[in-house]
């Protein structure tokens, strides 16, 4: 049978990234208080492709995933990734993994228990080096100082999402970088609250407000504080509740330079 | 050239609906201001398939919204869906359009314009008879009633999908089936405010608090006060800004009965 | 603190449905091969809402589905809620859980195993009865049979989507739902093929040819055949490879009346 | 009133991007054919915030957006970033206009008239210089020259959409830029076909067997051969038929470099 994806190709062009997207798989990711935590993760594959290969051999990006999707951790996607290079004769391998992540957590006054779920993503990279990246997306309460500054009595608040990506040179637990942002915010959320909770938050949402901006700012501080991260990025989009498009900040900065 | 959907079909199963789905075309439609206004539709367009034939001719449906798109209209849509019926020999055409609808708005205070969106669907059916619903997704501000009530300052707000359906039997515009959804609500959303404008929707939203199934029953008393409105159907979606979830209400009524 | 959900309400209307919607939850469903399976659920619940009551309380929806998270079955999800109705003191209570449901599956010829998800759903109801549905969504490959009879060599095909919901009387496996739809295809899906069953399945592809309409009649021909499904319903999206938009058929059958 | 947003911020962390995102507003773009064209845009708008300011004026986006909107054109567009860089004292604005453009195509063989959509987005962005790029989505078929070499008959093919991003020199037609892409796949794509015309394209698509990884260097080399276009971005991603994930292949080439 032949192989078509070996034949040489005339065209003389590199291709920067061929392989696949949209594959859905079980997997199992680290969790600081159980153990391991089963998800379903979205994922993405790519290698890159010299000039005169026609393509790339799609189905082993699915071959190797599926022997590893039992520990989808840090040590591992590098094994992922030094398997595909080796496999698909590749300088560079890349891969994406998109999880919701589930963390139990006690409502501010009542102690209710519930899960939140956060989606998260893993990030590696391996060409002559090992990168990886760590996304974290966090929704919070965001309330408008403006709105509280200049109205006789409450303030526009909203549902807002905090998107936190790190690089890191010690460990560092999806728990931690959650807990980071939703200290940044106007109050943190809860899958389950009862009315006490709801006073709770509410009262202290007023007495924090944050833009988007000041959001962004917050949670950089943060990552500023932490000696392990080395790298960030920040985004924040407020769903307004006073518009029907979102209010949006952006920011990353790299302390290694 | 065989007509392979001519074929009989031996199976003995008659088919609800085949057609087409995810076209998207110009449209026109009717405008209270401009008369007409320029948009993007969503088609669905479906006939029914009898037993004894194989397959339907989903070209053909293409064609006849083809030479219509000029005037989405009431009449017209019921003229595109008789041509359906006779080119197809359907018993029953249907088809849907989603479309934005844009509205110039003034801000409450500063008189600044801007346009606001609005989803809409014209849904139409012709069998024996013509059947015509009118859907349109209204952005609002909803204000926690529980939260205000129980907190020492504040209360938490959010957008809020209301959406709208409608069966009339006398013409209807859609800027007035908007304006009943936005009357409604804690406060309506504009593109375009200034700080007097956010001052003036910050404290109205406040004095003016709905829960999901308030607002669902304040559309619920305007569409009953209207005497061209027979049947209605109301949907309401609180993206909560103190949840990760959204809280929900649905009712419909058919005065008719 | 005051119970503004319980204030009367004095507008005399009843809502259909109230509750939550877009609650992510880890999940545990039954699995015919490894006795359960963890996967991630997409929560709606709802009860009704009688005239006389402002409000439900939204919290108790997360509280229920919190506990019974270990056990998504048809048994649990009666207790759900019937737990729901008492606490809620409703007359009917609604649930809908979304979840990726994964089989591990051998390629054809090289026997190469992977993972393959399907999306499902389930969908009870209690008010005096209960009610529950399962949909099952397959992905699989449709060819047309219009195209391979007037074309000299070819004939276009493309993935579709087979969506399968059921009532019945007696335990049905997810995994003989998936099946029955897989085996009404041109061809079915792998996450993982290699050469030999890239050949297979694109001939059987092609000694297969189905219509959109032929889908969704050979799936309700299977679904006819097996007595303990009362009810079905068949939906077949085809995304078109020589259209930007899809083919779509549906239809239902109730064997009961 | 106060300014709240100008306040002096002292945490000495500048921003690199805030404002908004999407705004749903209707806009006017150049046709080739008919002068100009009627849709709707999704907006993306960001200004750069230095250390010292607390937070932008997000209405002055909208307000200087609504004022330009009858014409979404390169010099308009780097008008727009110009009063917006001005209005709010930023060094650097940047917006992205998402739209639906329509083409009228006539069938190959049959020549009947139907539009096509394609989603193009401009993205603009003005500092010291005005950099400007336009992108094109457009639909296509690829057939799998794998399955087409080692099959009896027949060969797998899907839907594919390429993505092709450019900056020019000199004036480029989207009109250019999407039958560029539509002469490097297997077969190009129209809303409405007779049998006719689907014979030659599925015999078309046989003849022209293309891989994601060719169909991305076919796009290439047709650019590469233009020398209006100095820099451009390519991107593939194949709904694969056998496969529930999808195919991907990206590669970009600066020619200035």
Known sequence: MDDIQCEKDE??????????KGLTYPVTVLDRV??????????????????????????RFVEVFHEYRDEITFPHIKGILKAIKRKLSAERAEMKVYFPYFVEKSAPISRAKSMMKYD???QGTLD????????????????????????????????????????????VWIEDLITLCEESASADLYSLIK????????????????????????????????????????????????????????LKKDKRK
Not at 142 to 171: G, T
């Open 34 to 59: 159980n153990g391991t935590q089963h998800s379903v993760g979205k994922i993405e594959m790519y290698v890159d492709l010299p000039r005169h290969y026609r393509a790339t051999h799609m189905s």
């Open 120 to 122: 998260c993503t893993f």
């Open 11 to 20: 065209r003389n062009i590199s291709i920067d990234r061929v392989g696949i």
């Open 128 to 171: 002559s080096v090992f990168d990886f990246v760590i996304t974290v997306n966090v929704p919070v309460t965001a309330l408008c100082p403006c709105s509280k500054a200049i109205s006789k009595y409450s303030a526009h608040n909203q549902r807002s999402m905090v998107s936190l990506s790190v690089r890191f040179d010690k460990f």
């Open 195 to 250: 009315r006490p909770d709801e006073k709770f938050l509410t009262e202290k949402a007023y007495e924090n407000p944050r833009f988007a901006e000041d959001l962004a700012r917050e949670v950089a501080s943060r990552a500023e504080a932490r000696p392990e991260i080395v790298w960030y990025a920040v985004e924040i989009e407020n769903i307004e509740s006073i518009h029907a498009h979102n209010a949006y900040a952006f």
